[in-house]
T-cell receptor
Framework: ELKVEQNPLFLSMQEGKNYTIYCNYS?????LYWYRQDPGKSLESLFV?????AVKQEGRLMASLDTKARLSTLHITAAVHDLSATYFC????????????FGEGTQLTVNP | GAVVSQHPSRVICKSGTSVKIECRSL??????MFWYRQFPKQSLMLMAT?????????EQGVEKDKFLINHASLTLSTLTVTSAHPEDSSFYIC??????????FGPGTRLTVL
């Protein structure tokens, strides 16, 4: 059974600081996704990582994937209040179809 | 990005009644849609994969007779929660698969069973 673990689950940081959220998964997968969820809302897609060593950046967020270590990171640079949300990673369980297993989520609060 | 809608956005019902939630892909055809549920402050759990023209595939532990899924067209999947009980209260989110690497999520339906 695929397990996806995020660390930390709660993160409170000050504006302007940097931090990294980690996503570990237990079995081989070649697709990893990062999503953002605001309170009471659905998911917004941030990144799709499709291969070992993949790195993607959008604004203050950068995601990377190490399939050998079964680890993905979401790095936040110079955080701003608007980044406050819950961030989920999700791993595709299989080679066909897209049945996703989600991590527990990281609730990020950026304080002014 | 593509748009996926859900209806209703919120529903409150009495225990024992059935509730139908619709998921529509508005600007693309989706042979595959997914249904998730999310309890407060928790992650999303995949309930089932909805395939157009065939039976849904349910995840382990999800009662198929309780959560009826119908994917009657390439743009519509419905989830019916039958004989709902308070423990079924949750946030239900659908997604529509555009291609292998891309799912678009609906805005979610908050179900409260009294």
């Amino acid at each position: 059974e695929l397990k996806v673990e995020q660390n930390p689950l709660f993160l409170s940081m000050q504006e302007g600081k940097n931090y990294t959220i980690y996503c570990n998964y237990s079995t081989t997968s070649d697709r990893l996704y990062w999503y953002r969820q605001d309170p009471g809302k659905s998911l917004e897609s941030l990144f799709v990582l499709l291969s070992n060593g993949a790195v993607k950046q959008e604004g203050r967020l950068m995601a990377s994937l190490d399939t050998k270590a079964r680890l993905s990171t979401l790095h936040i640079t110079a955080a701003v209040h608007d980044l406050s949300a819950t961030y989920f990673c999700a791993v595709d369980r299989e080679t066909s179809g897209s049945r996703l297993t989600f991590g527990e989520g990281t609730q990020l609060t950026v304080n002014p | 990005g593509a748009v996926v809608s859900q209806h209703p956005s919120r529903v409150i019902c009495k225990s024992g009644t059935s509730v139908k939630i619709e998921c529509r892909s508005l600007d693309f055809q989706a042979t595959t849609m997914f249904w998730y549920r999310q309890f407060p402050k928790q992650s999303l759990m995949l309930m089932a994969t909805s395939n157009e023209g065939s039976k849904a595939t349910y995840e382990q532990g999800v009662e198929k007779d309780k959560f009826l899924i119908n994917h009657a067209s390439l743009t519509l999947s419905t989830l019916t929660v039958t004989s709902a009980h308070p423990e079924d209260s949750s946030f239900y989110i659908c997604s529509a698969q555009l291609h292998r690497d891309t799912q678009y999520f609906g805005p979610g339906t908050r179900l409260t069973v009294l």
